[in-house]
């Protein structure tokens, strides 16, 4: 920083909000006109936006008034007790701003890489499926949404009937939960978060972790949220491709590492679409990397793998995600957890929301685990069906089914058949498959495993698409 002809200029090495901090006097706020001036006087040396400086005033009595550069600033309601200056990252310069004020929409206050996100592509509800196919919920199949048919264990229904406090606020820290978590798991309470389902923690993580412009490591195909997320965030996205067979290609993420010095890699085991499991000795390869691993555990239930969740005490850069939706049956009530490092767990604990699992969602979490005999056996009966299908689906001549550790089975559409149209054609049947229509899966269609009637039921649309 320096100054030429009695203005002070920003070099390489400085910020305005440095500058902003040493130039405000005590006698009030900067405003939006005092660094558009600064902006001018700095446009060779910060053409890329700047940092926004925040002040924050407390106590008052009286009115106080600012300068900046010599120039008086409008009054402000609050005595000059207390004041400090606070940096936070902005894309939009003033000269943008100027433009703003000269024609403001409700779009100008939305950050500029969010005008160009695109939406989040979910699966559509019952509600939904039944006006457009004109169907009963109850006459739909649902085989596009990994959901568990069989719903959670008869207690979490007796439960909900009978919530004493629904009109309190639920306990931030999910107390019962993570004590009942820390039983079921085996690993000790301190070193578990609750969400409002996984899909929470995994945007809690990115903002807490990741600037804008960091990058993140990402294997596709596989869970698409963990691209959206970073998009979100402002994080750059660092795409590693799997294999032909879908297995993880670990030299080459090594490789990602070394060369784009990402933050984090999401990994999910087994993974969404195709059912994979990474193994140990991989796992640890990629461990070994100076990037923060995100294992994502969803469907680990299906996969006859022991959880990796008590690595996090062993290892510093790893983080493993679990949820409640596949394995309990309570997707529709949003409950998640992960298990993380101390050193890392208590920076989320800052920045979560303070309410963020409700109290149904606790009360229904715990008491699904006081059944584990009924989680078992309904995780056995996805186990044995999903044997069933994919036998079947390799009868089926123009599907090319992948061997799966979930509860779901990855098939690529074959023999010149249109996987967006068969996909059509079955839910005109009342079964509801999910189509991929990404490079990675064009041509191919996930099938959840739902209950022996569900599989005959899709068997008998195929059977009459094969005609």
């Known amino acids: 920083m320096s100054t030429k002809n009695g203005k002070t200029i920003l070099n390489s090495s400085s910020s305005l909000s440095t500058l902003i901090a040493q130039q405000i006097s005590l006698e009030g706020p900067c405003t939006a006109s005092s660094l558009r001036q600064l902006h001018d006087d700095n446009r060779t040396s910060c053409p890329v936006g700047f940092l926004m400086g925040v002040i924050e005033i407390s106590g008052f009595s009286a009115l106080c008034s600012a300068k900046l550069n010599g120039a008086r600033r409008p009054i402000c309601p609050f005595e000059r007790s207390q004041r400090r200056v606070v940096a936070m990252a902005s894309t939009v310069d003033v000269q943008h701003l100027s433009e703003a004020n000269q024609q403001l929409t409700g779009a100008s206050f939305i950050r500029p890489h969010l005008r160009k996100l695109s939406p989040y592509q979910p699966i559509l509800p019952f509600e939904v499926l039944s006006t ?94 963990y691209e959206f997320d970073a998009a979100v965030n402002g994080a750059c996205v660092v795409k590693v491709p799997r294999k032909s067979d879908f297995s993880l290609n670990v030299e080459l993420i090594a490789d990602a590492v070394e060369k784009e010095n990402p933050k984090c890699i999401f990994l999910t085991s087994p993974n969404n679409p195709d059912g994979s499991v990474i193994g140990d000795d991989d796992l640890i390869k990629i461990l070994k990397l100076p990037v923060l691993v995100v294992l994502d555990e969803a469907y680990i239930e299906f996969s006859g793998i022991e959880s990796r969740m008590k690595w996090v005490k062993k290892y510093e850069n790893l983080i493993v995600l679990r949820t409640f939706s596949k394995r309990a049956g309570l997707a529709g009530l949003r409950v998640g957890y992960g298990a993380f490092p101390l050193s890392l767990i208590e920076y989320l604990w800052r920045a979560k929301q303070p309410y963020n699992v409700s109290v149904a969602a606790e009360v229904a979490a715990c008491a699904a685990l006081q059944n584990p005999t009924y989680l078992e056996d309904v995780k056995d009966a996805l186990v044995q069906e999903r044997e069933r299908l994919f036998k079947l689906l390799t009868g089926v001549r123009f599907l090319n089914p992948y061997p799966s550790h979930s509860n779901f089975i990855l098939c690529e559409v074959t023999s010149g058949m249109d996987a967006k149209k068969l996909k059509e054609d079955l839910a005109k049947t009342g079964v509801m498959i999910r189509h991929y229509n990404n490079k990675e899966l064009k041509g191919y269609v996930r099938v959840s495993v739902g209950k022996p009637e569900h599989t005959d039921a899709l068997m008998h649309g195929l059977s009459r698409l094969s005609q």
Do not use: Q, W
Not at 144 to 171: Q, R
Not at 187 to 193: K, M, S, V
């Open 132 to 225: 457009r196919l004109g169907r009963k919920p109850e006459d739909i199949i649902k085989l596009d949404a990994n959901e568990n048919p069989y719903g959670p264990p008869p207690e979490v229904f007796e439960a909900l009937g009978s919530m004493k406090f629904p009109y309190i606020y639920p306990d931030p820290e999910s107390r019962r939960l993570r004590a009942a978590l820390a039983m079921d798991s085996g690993l000790e309470a301190d070193y578990i978060l609750a969400g409002c389902g996984a899909d929470e923690l995994i945007d809690l993580i990115m903002r807490c972790v990741l600037d804008p412009g960091d990058k993140v490591v990402d294997c596709p195909p596989t869970f698409t949220m």
